[in-house]
């Protein structure tokens, strides 16, 4: 049977079409509310059972680090803990605070500038849902415009999962069995082996049933050599390593290959920020912040327990990365509460190395090699 996302649009379904937006109950056209600092605002609270089908976010502030400081919170079913909890650019698609332009099927950042935050993942409940946007950040957002459309329906079928997101960020450290060595590429010798997913960098760990459909992931690499050489891996229902799913780097489980630092925009992968260099890479490396992402919309991962599932930083976990990601998944209820959220000045992005901060290194490496002229190749 057809799984694709126009497989059901010729059923006809007993519900009902509804929508919650900002728009001006007087009629004129100030279609927009405003979240002063520190408040938190519902903007859905619906009762009964439906589906959540669209959502789409326009957002004013002043905050340059917005995208990070307001945060999004669903609750489904009269669940006291929030299912989804992220900060709204993140979940869609929008790293580091920043604009640009994104396109997948389920989400995206729309002109103008990626402005506009677009969601069409189903979000289903059977006993009432919730939305709320709490602003954590430094200044009021002065409009904040909204759409969320959604069916009622008179139930909902219990194999219907429950729509989970879940940010995480870690500032990783080389962890390698060669020790405090950043040894990519064996740059520094022999590759270390790593039979274990203990310390790489987790993107989900959830229990109940359900399914695993994506994660935006977001890599700021403070060092030219390729980030990517770290397997993905999923640990279903408390298996032992190296469990049901076990990758073969970075960029095959992103659907890509030999290093990539191009956008390519696919409805289920792709690369939507590259530092930009292109052709040059050769030249500069893989220096800055890249944005990729997979979606498993025809290749769930499916659990019946838990799942864990997790990215080596480097192969055998041997780089410092800034890392950040949203994950995706359908489970069960009630889900486990989520970790903490980290505090907006933990949630600040680190800077991109620039020009002069490789230009010092340089400076240090003559340093330490003795000085004189010296090219920048000899060893």
């Not at 007087?26 to 605002?41: H, L, Q, W, Y």
């Not at 609750?75 to 006291?80: A, F, I, Q, R, V």
């Not at 956008?263 to 890249?290: C, E, I, K, Q, V």
Request: glycine letters at 10%; aromatic letters at 12%.
């Amino acid at each position: 049977m057809s799984q694709g996302p126009l497989a059901n649009i010729a059923r006809i379904v007993d519900a009902k079409s509804r929508r919650i937006s900002s728009f001006d109950r007087t009629g004129g056209n100030a279609d927009a509310v405003s979240i002063p600092k520190g408040e938190c605002r519902t903007i859905a609270e619906i009762a009964g059972a439906g589906i959540i089908r669209h959502i789409g976010i326009t957002i004013a502030c002043d905050d340059p680090l917005h995208r990070r400081n307001l945060v999004l919170r669903c609750y489904w079913d009269g669940c006291e803990h929030p299912s989804v909890e992220s900060p709204i650019g993140d979940f869609f698609g929008q790293g580091w605070g920043m604009k640009y332009n994104f396109v997948s099927l389920p989400l995206a950042a729309a002109p103008r500038d990626g402005n506009a935050l677009v969601s069409y993942f189903p979000m289903p409940f059977g006993q009432g849902a919730r939305i709320t946007v709490e602003n954590q950040g430094t200044h009021d957002v002065s409009a904040f415009y909204y759409y969320v459309d959604y069916e009622e329906h008179p139930s909902i079928p219990e194999d219907m999962g429950r729509f989970h997101a879940w940010y995480h960020q870690e500032l990783t450290s080389p962890e390698s069995a060669t020790g405090d060595v950043e040894n990519e590429w064996a740059v520094f010798g022999p590759f270390a082996n790593n039979p274990s997913d203990e310390r790489n960098y987790l993107f989900c760990e959830c229990e109940g049933k359900g399914h695993f459909v994506g994660v935006n992931y977001y890599i700021n690499c403070p060092s030219p050599i390729w980030y990517g050489e770290g397997d993905d891996m999923f640990l279903v229902d408390g298996e032992p390593w190296p469990g049901s799913a076990h990758g073969t780097g970075t960029e095959d489980y992103f659907n890509q290959s030999w290093s990539p630092d191009e956008h390519y925009l696919h409805p289920y992968f792709g690369t939507a920020r590259a530092p930009g260099r292109g052709n040059d890479s050769a030249r500069f490396g893989w220096l800055g912040r890249t944005h990729v992402y997979r979606f498993h919309l025809e290749d769930p991962i499916r659990f019946q327990r838990s799942l864990r599932a997790s990215i080596e930083h480097g192969h055998a976990n041997n780089l410092t990365l800034e890392l950040a990601s949203v994950a995706y998944w359908y489970q069960t209820m009630p889900g486990r509460p989520f970790p903490p959220l980290p505090s907006p000045e933990e949630r600040r992005p680190l800077p991109e190395i620039g020009v002069v901060e490789v230009h010092r290194w340089r400076d240090a490496w003559r340093k330490a090699m003795g000085g004189g002229r010296l090219f920048g190749h000899e060893r």
